[in-house]
């Protein structure tokens, strides 16, 4: 059976991946696709159970090595019990954050060094990456006033981060965006619902050419 493929949504607080993903999973539904919905940090029981420890709290109660081991472990349960099984069955995986994240908010946001972060990431996922990426690209200010709406408090523990840290993570995924052609497309995120459904769908046309 030929394997599915594994599509990853990326940005900065708020941009709207997540608005987007019933959009996409219905798209890829009607041309015959089976479609497997999960997300980062979390998609597995184990890695829910991380996700809180991750989500909750201030923003000092882990330190950013800390905090990007406690990712992983998460990530490679996530990995191992759902994402590769259902790539395996020859379903398509859409995951809201991956591996990118890490890079953008460990890396760019707490410092962490990228040859650290890829060491760590090889380890656990040797030689596995996203078919495709769409990195959602919002100005700050908007992203992270839709965020703290929908938030009241809970899971919120990255919003509460400063602003320049925000800031050094939009730059990071645009820099993902331009040094990953082939898989990352930057999406407008300004764009209504409707017209970036409609745009990620033409992009996929495009792919299943
Ligand atoms: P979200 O579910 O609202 O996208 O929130 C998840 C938060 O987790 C978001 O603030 C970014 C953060 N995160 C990281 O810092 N590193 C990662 O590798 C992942 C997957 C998420």
Not at 152 to 163: S, Y
Request: charged letters at 25%; glycine letters at 8%; proline letters at 5%.
């Amino acid at each position: 059976m030929e394997r599915g493929k594994f599509i990853t949504l990326e940005g900065g607080e708020g941009a709207g991946k997540s608005t987007q993903i019933p959009y996409l999973k219905s798209f890829l539904e009607a041309r015959g696709y089976q479609v497997v919905i999960t997300r980062e940090p979390g998609g597995s029981p184990g890695a829910e159970l991380i996700r809180k420890l991750l989500l909750e709290g201030t923003p000092t109660r882990w330190e950013p090595l800390t905090e990007y081991l406690l990712l992983s472990a998460a990530r490679r349960d996530h990995i191992e019990k759902v994402i590769k099984p259902a790539l395996e069955q020859g379903k398509w995986v859409v995951c809201d954050r991956f591996f990118d994240s890490s890079l953008a908010y460990q890396g760019a946001g707490g410092g962490i060094k990228e040859e650290i972060l890829q060491q760590i990431y090889d380890a656990i996922a040797p030689y596995f990456e996203p078919d495709i990426t769409f990195i959602f690209d919002l100005p700050i200010e908007i992203g992270l006033q839709r965020a703290k709406t929908r938030s009241f408090g809970l899971e919120d523990r990255f919003e509460q981060m400063p602003f320049d840290f925000h800031q050094r993570v939009q730059d990071k995924f645009r820099q993902i965006s331009a040094k990953n052609p082939h898989r990352c497309y930057l999406v407008q995120a300004h764009h209504t619902v409707e017209d970036i459904s409609k745009e990620l769908q033409s992009h996929m046309i495009k792919l299943l050419k």
